[in-house]
């Protein structure tokens, strides 16, 4: 019996990016019964299990990382105690995918790269401990993990450069999506349907706060149309302690024109997503950086 772990913080709470993919992951391992003739797959969370229907097949095992006085620190938990954890498991191989291998990791290890993680590090807006943390645990995992996944073969190539790789080390894994649930028709009823559509944790290189601006200069020419823009906002905080900047830009935008213009939301459930998909004007996704980008490709399968 081969035992697999997977790190899933990611898939904990609402998610997007990686989570989004972990997610859909493991939802297809526990739709595959023949796996579990061979294979157990051990999940480890930082906080909490999510109540995903998916993760009650018995091929998971699933385990919280407990933390010493109730803390629910991200960095204590990946850096530290997980990889404690590990030690003592003696599993097959530990699989990565937030781009990040611990320092004392001790095993088998396959991590995820992608080219993006490297513009943030070098040119990327996020937060001097986010870069810092970055360039050290994506550094190691180019330099000691046993294999390095990503999700492309331009992706793999890129890597290979900016990481400098051996290419024998890295496997491609092409992303797709379940295009039929995107085309299957749902019973959302959405309040518009004159709106174009920007789906992405919003961090500076994908021009969120752009978008809104030229929408902004829109509004006059074209009064019926919106932007519903769904994501985390990743903007840095600005000098006076501003935390989220996309949600101020859209109601100093809404109230400038007296309507709603742009619609924000960090997050929907799935069914409103599809919804917003199928019947956007256009989908908008203006990146300077991506390995790959799940949201385009989500869009065109709603067309």
């Given at each position: 019996?081969?035992k697999v772990g997977?790190?899933?913080?990611?898939?904990e709470?609402?998610?997007?990016?990686?989570?989004?993919?972990v997610a859909k992951l493991?939802e297809?391992?526990?739709?595959e019964?023949e796996?579990q003739?061979?294979?157990r797959?051990?999940?480890?969370f930082?906080s909490?299990?999510?109540?995903y229907e998916?993760?009650?097949?018995p091929i998971f095992i699933k385990?919280i990382?407990?933390q010493?006085f109730?803390?629910?620190?991200?960095s204590l938990?990946?850096?530290?105690?997980?990889p404690?954890k590990?030690?003592?498991?003696?599993?097959d191989?530990?699989?990565?995918?937030?781009?990040?291998?611990?320092?004392?990791?001790y095993?088998k290890?396959i991590v995820?790269?992608?080219?993006?993680i490297?513009?943030e590090i070098?040119?990327?807006?996020?937060p001097?401990?986010?870069?810092l943390?970055?360039?050290i645990f994506a550094g190691?995992?180019?330099r000691?993990a046993?294999?390095?996944?990503?999700v492309?073969e331009s992706?793999a190539?890129e890597?290979c450069?900016l990481?400098k790789?051996?290419?024998?080390?890295?496997?491609v894994?092409?992303l797709g999506v379940?295009?039929?649930?995107?085309?299957?028709?749902t019973?959302?009823?959405l309040e518009?349907?004159?709106?174009?559509?920007y789906v992405?944790q919003?961090?500076?290189?994908r021009?969120l706060?752009?978008?809104i601006?030229a929408?902004?200069?829109l509004?006059d020419?074209?009064?019926?149309l919106?932007?519903?823009?769904?994501?985390?906002?990743?903007y840095p905080?600005?000098?006076s302690?501003?935390?989220?900047i996309?949600q101020s830009?859209?109601?100093?935008i809404?109230k400038k024109?007296?309507?709603e213009?742009i619609?924000y939301?960090?997050?929907?459930?799935e069914?409103?997503l599809?919804?917003?998909?199928?019947?956007a004007?256009?989908f908008?996704?203006v990146?300077?950086?991506?390995?790959?980008g799940?949201p385009?490709?989500?869009?065109?399968?709603?067309?």
């Open positions: 019996m081969y997977i790190e899933c913080e990611s898939i709470e609402r998610g997007w990016g990686v989570g989004r993919i493991l297809e391992i526990s739709r019964s796996l003739e061979e294979f797959f051990c999940l480890y930082k909490r299990i999510p109540d998916f993760l009650k097949n385990k990382i407990r010493p109730g803390l629910k620190s991200f938990y990946y850096y530290l105690l997980l404690l590990l030690y003592f498991e003696h599993l191989v530990m699989f990565y995918p937030n781009y990040m291998l611990p320092l004392i990791h095993g290890s995820t790269l992608t080219g993006d490297h513009y070098t040119k990327g807006d996020l001097f401990r986010y870069k943390a970055y360039k190691n995992a180019a000691n046993t294999a390095i996944t990503t492309s992706a190539k890597i450069e990481f790789i051996m290419p024998g080390r890295i496997f894994t092409p379940d295009a039929a649930k995107f085309q299957k028709a019973n959302y009823k518009t349907r004159n709106y174009l559509l992405a919003a961090f500076p290189r021009h706060r752009e978008t601006l929408v902004d200069k509004s020419e074209f009064p019926d919106k932007l519903i823009a769904i994501g985390k906002d990743r905080s600005t000098d302690g501003q935390v989220n996309i830009l859209a109601e100093e809404n024109h007296n309507r213009v619609i939301k960090e997050y929907v459930p069914n409103e599809i919804a917003l998909y199928q019947n004007k256009s908008i996704y990146s300077l950086q991506e390995a790959f799940l385009p490709l989500e869009a065109l399968a709603a067309e």
